[in-house]
């Protein structure tokens, strides 16, 4: 079974700052995908980037990149220079065998 | 940019009766999903489908839940006799290949009472 863990419920950084949201996760595939979603208030589910696992690049989406860690199982989300508009929550997921599993959401507070 | 259709944006029904949730996928995508998040949980999948069929389905998917795609453009979640416990947002994607990652719909918010 694959499970997906965020040990932090909720997280705060100071407008314009950095801030690195943590994932797990747990899988007997070599090959597979792991996303980052957004849920802002509107509580609409934004894509915001998208690993392959058989990639070693750490994928880049603008101020959003991961630092993937195969061996550790480990993906997790850098933002930088952080805005008022990042404040929302986020899931970590990987996909497999035709679904998402999604782990628990950290909620991201922008203090300005 | 393609954008996945949900409607209504919020319902409120009485338990015991049936909904019918609305999805229009993007055009030229071939899978189409249902999840579900009570509020405060994280999103759970529900179902798959695939070629006019259902592909996967979870736990949470049971007899009472049907999933149809009428005409080939609309994707229709049925609760026959909704529950209290029903009560969610419920988010309709698809995506155009199994792996890409999915466009989520804006979701409908679904109050049983």
């Known amino acids: 079974a694959q499970t997906v863990t965020q040990s932090q419920p909720e997280m705060s950084v100071q407008e314009a700052e950095t801030v690195t949201l943590s994932c797990t996760y747990d899988?007997?595939?070599?090959?597979?995908?792991l996303f980052w979603y957004k849920q802002p208030p509107s509580r609409q589910m934004i894509l915001v980037i998208r690993?392959?696992?058989?990639?070693?690049q750490n994928a880049t989406e603008n101020r959003f990149s991961v630092n993937f860690q195969k061996a550790a199982k480990s993906f997790s989300l850098k933002i930088s220079d952080s805005q008022l508009g990042d404040a929302a929550m986020y899931f970590c997921a990987t996909e497999r065998d035709d679904k998402i599993i999604f782990g628990k959401g950290t909620r991201l507070h922008i203090l300005p | 940019e393609p954008e996945v259709t949900q409607t209504p944006s919020h319902q409120v029904t009485q338990m015991g009766q049936e909904v019918i949730l609305r999805c229009v996928p993007i055009s030229n995508h071939l899978y189409f999903y249902w999840y579900r998040q009570i509020l405060g949980q994280k999103v759970e999948f529900l179902v798959s489908?695939?070629?006019?069929?259902?592909?996967?389905k979870s736990e949470i998917f049971d007899d009472q839940f049907s999933v149809e795609r009428p005409d080939g453009s609309n994707f229709t979640l049925k609760i026959r006799s909704t529950k209290l416990e029903d009560s969610a947002m419920y988010f309709c994607?698809?995506?155009?290949?199994?792996?890409?990652?999915?466009?989520f719909g804006s979701g409908t918010r679904l109050t049983v009472v």
């Open positions: 489908f695939y070629n006019n069929e259902i592909s996967e």
């Open positions: 690993q392959e696992a058989y990639k070693q």
């Open positions: 994607a698809s995506s155009e290949a199994e792996v890409w990652g999915y466009t």
């Open positions: 899988t007997s595939e070599s090959d597979y995908y």
